[in-house]
Structure formats: C-alpha cells, structure tokens
C-alpha cells in the first residue's frame, strides 16, 4: 500500500493543471512519476493525501505553485549533448551570420528550455572566438523550472557532469574545486549568457530577432495543437534565414512550410514556397 492516496480525480486534476499552465500532457503512462515527485512535497508539507495537498496548492498557489511545477518538470541534459548540432552551428551557421549580419554586428542566441545550463555553455564555448571582437553575440537562456535555473546561473558542476568534456575544455573553461569535485564556470564564459525564467505558453518579454534559437526535447512533453503554435511563434521571432534546432526526436510536420528541414532535426526559417 502507497504511503499517500492518488485518486483517479487527483490525477486528472493535477494533468489539467500542468496542461493549462505548461502545455504539458501528463498521460496516464506518467501517473508514477507524478506520484513520486509530488509525494515529496507532500510530505515536507505535512499532509497525509495528494486531496489535502490540491486544496493546500489551489488556496496557497502564490506560494506553492513553483515548486508544484518544478517537481514535475523533467530535466535530463549533458555538455554538448547532440554534438552535431555544436558542430552544424560552428560550420555552417557562424559562416553565414558573419556575411548575413556584417552590418549590425549582432548576433543573437535563445536557449529555450536550458535547464541546468550545460546547453548554454556548451553554446558559448562553441561561439567562442568564431566572431570578431567588436560584435555584440549574446545567448539568451530560459526555462520554467526556478530550480534549475538557480543551477544553472550558478554554473556550478560536479566531477561526473563534466565528465563528457576534453581536458581542454575543462582547463579553459573551468576552476575546479580543491578536492576535485566541484567545477565552476569560469565569469568570462558567463558574462555573454543571460538566464531568465519564462514559461513558454505565455507571453515573451524579448522582442528578437534571433539568429538561432536551440529548443530540445522540450516540445516532446506538449500535444500538436500547443507544439504548432509554439513553431509559428518561433518563426515569427526568428531572423529571416534563421535556424530552429529540435531534440533527436522532436520534428515540425511538413504543414509548417515556413521552416525547410536541414535533417538532424534541425530546421532554417524560409520564405513560402521556398
């Protein structure tokens, strides 16, 4: 017997809640998962039933309702996890922005759903260098979850994450901890990142355009109604010619004729009939 009691109501009251707020679809596949993680607020809380905590979120949601999506949102990320895409971005994009924005000098960068931040440094340590030193190159970095995103500004590491980067990479970019456990990024590698929390659903406070905007496996969790209107306002904050880089197994279906598919899920803003 569970140590707290998850009506099929209780259920479905927390998907409705997640939907309505993220776009996130909590199938019934998920009903362990969202017992786990929010058996955990439960119990620092007090209650005896996933009932109390609902009521407690429903007249407290100011104060809870943070933590109530941060406990059930997933974040798996690594360094340069899905290299190819650093690897398209150096190659092809950064060649193209140098001609494309030689006027401005200004090139812009969103990490949509950065999680813990090893995406956003793994584009700045890419970025590094590829530009002249009197361009403006800034990544924009935001997720929903505050959690991660106190990590992620932080910058601070263990030995096992960074366990996927060259020596190089680590000498360069990071200052280890005297016991060899701890990896901080280093200010310099910060200082082009801005960190922001922004749910995606919602309003967006930055106007772009960007050049590039990397949003992986994060529209996985939504339904085709959420993800097309998600893809239609990435177009539009998009530069002409931009590019959209998805996770391995996120795709935009062939009705978005706005976006010319470059493989490798990842995607250049065209116009129509392009």
């Known amino acids: 017997m569970k140590e707290f009691l998850l009506t099929d109501s209780d259920f479905k009251q927390i998907a409705t809640i997640v939907y309505q707020a993220c776009g996130i679809v909590l199938g019934e596949h998920k009903r362990e998962m969202v017992y786990s993680r929010l058996a955990r607020r439960i119990r620092a809380l007090g209650f005896t039933s996933f009932k109390q905590y609902l009521a407690y979120l429903q007249n407290h949601k100011e104060q809870e309702f943070s933590d109530f999506i941060n406990a059930l949102t997933t974040n798996l990320t690594s360094f340069f996890r899905e290299s190819h895409h650093f690897d398209y971005l150096k190659s092809h994009v950064v060649p193209k922005l140098l001609v494309a924005n030689k006027s401005t000098r200004r090139v812009r960068i969103w990490s949509a759903g950065c999680s813990t931040g090893e995406e956003s440094y793994?584009?700045?340590?890419?970025?590094?260098?590829?530009?002249?030193?009197?361009?403006?190159?800034?990544?924009?970095?935001?997720?929903?979850?505050s959690n991660v995103l106190a990590k992620a500004q932080s910058g601070t590491y263990t030995a096992a994450n960074v366990s996927?980067?060259?020596?190089?990479?680590?000498?360069?970019?990071?200052?280890?901890?005297?016991?060899?456990?701890?990896?901080?990024?280093?200010?310099?590698?910060?200082?082009?990142?801005?960190?922001?929390?922004?749910?995606?659903?919602q309003q967006w406070p930055m106007k772009g355009p960007f050049d590039v905007i990397f949003c992986r496996n994060v529209v996985i969790y939504f339904d085709k109604q959420t993800k097309d209107q998600l893809f239609t306002r990435y177009c539009n904050i998009l530069a002409e010619q931009g590019y959209l880089f998805l996770g391995h197994s996120e795709t935009i279906g062939k009705e978005h004729r706005e976006f010319k598919n470059l493989g490798k899920t990842m995607y250049l803003k065209v116009s129509y009939g392009a």
């Open 164 to 201: 996927g980067l060259e020596r190089q990479q680590l000498q360069r970019w990071f200052l280890k901890s005297k016991d060899g456990e701890q990896f901080k990024v280093k200010p310099e590698l910060q200082q082009s990142i801005h960190f922001k929390r922004l749910n995606l659903l």
């Open 122 to 145: 793994s584009l700045a340590m890419t970025l590094h260098g590829l530009f002249p030193g009197d361009w403006d190159v800034k990544i924009l970095a935001t997720d929903l979850d």
